[in-house]
């Protein structure tokens, strides 16, 4: 089970919009609506931002949106805030194993 | 809103037995509304899934820890357990365990640390 591919940084201004890749395969990404997406801030236990491909969980901002397109799924920060800055990880299902991304530091200038 | 707390041990000597507990509140260990997993983050790196069990008392293990790895529930606890077998220092890591259909709900994390 290979990680999933994400870029190491994606940075933007306050107010911007960001959108961060998560790569995968046709065992993972690509075969099943199970991707998710977590927000963690240092020294802190990540966060579930994005679950089944796009779906948003209570209390998490409409500025985060989660899409897929094939292999590739994709989460869209919009209206950059400086709290936003942190590291972003991807999940997929693969079945019945589960594989993380690599991980993308996202840096708010 | 389910609660999660990791307990253990902070330091295993290599070849030995990592042992963690992870206890639930909010909620049942038995419920079939949520996964039960492992997940663990070296220093400075990524998140790996460790292994996750389901309601139906099925396990299932990262093919790469597979031979090591134990996952196990005390329901009369409301608790789930890691065991990892032969430890070296490349099991160093923050041990998180989580909760959820995704997953929703996390620990605060503990360090564990391989060294003699």
């Known amino acids: 089970q290979s990680a999933l591919t994400q870029p190491a940084s994606v940075s933007g201004s306050p107010g911007q919009s960001i959108t961060i890749s998560c790569t995968g395969a046709s065992s993972d990404v690509d075969n099943y609506n199970l991707v998710s997406w977590y927000q963690q801030h240092p020294g802190k236990a990540p966060k579930l931002m994005i679950y089944d491909d796009y779906k948003r969980p209570s209390g998490v901002s409409a500025r985060f949106s989660g899409s897929k397109s094939g292999d590739t799924a994709s989460l869209t920060i919009s209206g950059l805030q400086a709290e936003d800055e942190a590291d972003y990880y991807c999940c997929s299902y693969a079945g019945p194993f589960y594989v993380f991304g690599t991980g993308t530091k996202v840096t708010v200038l | 809103q389910l609660q999660l707390q990791e307990s253990g041990p902070g330091l295993v000597k290599p070849s030995e037995t990592l042992s963690l507990t992870c206890t639930v509140s909010?909620?049942?260990?038995?419920?079939?509304?949520?996964?039960w997993g492992w997940i663990r983050q070296s220093p400075g790196k990524g998140l790996e899934w460790i292994g996750s069990m389901y309601g139906s008392g099925s396990y299932y293990y990262n093919p790469s820890l597979k031979s090591r790895v134990i996952i196990s529930v005390d329901t009369s606890k409301n608790q789930f357990s890691l065991k990892l077998n032969f430890v070296t220092a490349a099991d160093t890591a923050v041990y998180y365990c989580a909760a959820g259909l995704a997953f929703d709900f996390w620990g605060q994390g503990t360090m564990v640390t391989v060294s003699s």
């Open positions: 909010g909620g049942s260990i038995t419920s079939s509304s949520y996964y």
